[in-house]
């Protein structure tokens, strides 16, 4: 497992926090990764004397090559939008459902699959039958401490975090390593 990362303090200078709860759902036996993200979008940009600041999306990264990429919030299907940034991310554009103004939260729920690709021995995505190999990624503006990732094995794995911090548990249905207070 990876380290954990978090976009860029953009979105926050730009007047809106993103707080998130990532899930990493390995599964060995089908070759993937099911990762859902639920994101909170708070607007903090005060309205001024003759404007009012609504945002209408945002722009989370995700890695390069995942497939089965959906958001939606309040089980209605949200635009997403994706554009290359360089080789190991891109962008996703998510439309909201509808204008966020100065102090509203918009929840919605993003999702995709990691899938392991084979072939080159230096990528970074591995989910085989005995060994599995991710990048992990926490989704949150910079100073938002309340997000969290957490990254689900099946039984008989034993989970390695050579980079970040995150607290490995067993359990005898999965194991977990959970990284809390993202900033």
């Known amino acids: 497992i990876g380290a954990v990362a978090a976009p860029s303090a953009a979105n926050a200078a730009n007047g809106i926090v993103i707080t998130s709860t990532a899930v990493y759902d390995v599964r060995p036996d089908d070759g993937i990764v099911v990762v859902t993200v639920d994101v909170a979008a708070t607007n ?67 999702t995709f699959v990691m899938t392991d690709a084979g072939g080159d021995p230096e990528r970074e995505i591995w989910v085989r039958s005995r060994f599995v190999a991710l990048p992990v990624w926490g989704f949150g503006t910079e100073g938002a401490t309340n997000s969290s990732v957490e990254v689900v094995m099946p039984p008989g794995f034993e989970i390695q975090v050579p980079f970040g911090d995150m607290e490995v548990i067993h359990a005898a249905d999965a194991a977990r390593a959970v990284a809390t207070g993202i900033d």
């Open 44 to 110: 903090v940009m005060p309205d001024s004397a003759t404007q009012r600041f609504y945002y209408d999306g945002i722009a989370l990264p995700i890695p390069i090559g995942v497939t089965s990429i959906s958001a939606s919030s309040g089980g209605v299907a949200l635009p997403v939008t994706l554009t290359a940034v360089d080789e190991q991310f891109q962008r996703a554009d998510i439309t909201f459902g509808t204008s966020v103004f100065y102090q509203q939260t918009y929840p919605f729920t993003l």
